[in-house]
């Protein structure tokens, strides 16, 4: 959720657009309280993958008014870096800090897991796999203080492979893309993707867009293409931060 366009990437929405969210789905549907199966059609979650910087200065101020929580899942390696794992064109954002994520806990939001390092997680060995599924998981539990069940996949890519490991590690809810089908229960959370080159295919959310909006989502389409590739020529072990430490 930005102030001003971005145009490196397309996952991000404009403040004022934000606003008309919300109260287009206050004015609908109810909060979700807390997760439960079968998922109630009538209520909403608000969800935040990468946990970006603008999230927490934007989104999490806007929400506090109208009293709601949202959920955010991080990317461990990344906590208070640059999204060098993003399309970002030379133009990099920063990702939450240890202090906010630790803010938004305490005030009730959901705290997830996007995996360690944001790689494909279809592509990863088994070894690989858990290692990005339980060192987020544990990382992210010592810092908040309270257990971490829920996962977003990378990409929206998952099978049953990832499911299953990522039960055995100790997740409860995936949250994913659009649904693979009934079959993985809580951990298949569909969503709606709600940005600048999706919101339009989301039912009614369109009313909620100024028709500048349109004009900024061609760039944006580069971004799944860069991040597919990118995920695909990342190196085996793990990922490396900017400044070459790793993540252990």
């Known amino acids: 959720v930005l102030k001003r366009p971005y145009v490196a990437a397309g996952n ?36 935040f993958d990468d946990a970006l910087n603008g999230v927490y200065e934007n989104a999490y101020p806007l929400m506090r008014e109208r009293g709601l929580k949202g959920a955010i899942f991080v990317i461990t390696d990344f906590i208070g870096r640059r999204n060098l794992w993003d399309a970002t064109f030379g133009f990099p954002r920063r990702h939450m800090d240890k202090s906010a994520i630790v803010e938004l806990s305490e005030a009730g939001w959901i705290i997830g897991s996007h995996t360690t390092s944001h790689r494909a997680l279809t592509h990863l060995n088994d070894r690989e796999l858990r290692r990005e599924l339980e060192y987020s998981k544990k990382y992210l539990e ?88 990118r995920s695909l020529l990342l190196p085996k072990e793990g990922r490396v931060y900017e400044d070459g430490r790793g993540h252990d």
């Open 142 to 229: 010592d810092l908040i203080g309270r257990p971490v069940i829920t996962l977003a996949y990378p990409f929206g890519l998952y099978d049953v492979r990832v499911v299953r490991m990522a039960e055995r590690v100790g997740y409860r809810w995936g949250f994913a893309g659009p649904s693979l089908g009934g079959k993985f229960g809580s951990m298949n959370v569909p969503r709606i993707p709600v940005n600048l080159p999706d919101v339009f295919l989301g039912p009614k959310l369109w009313e909620a867009c100024a028709p500048v909006d349109i004009l900024l989502t061609l760039p944006s389409k580069l971004t799944p293409i860069y991040q597919r590739m």
């Open 12 to 47: 991000w929405v404009f403040v004022g657009q934000f606003k008309r969210h919300l109260n287009y789905l206050l004015r609908k549907f109810t909060p979700l309280e807390h997760l439960r199966l079968p998922l109630p059609r009538d209520e909403f979650l608000i969800t």
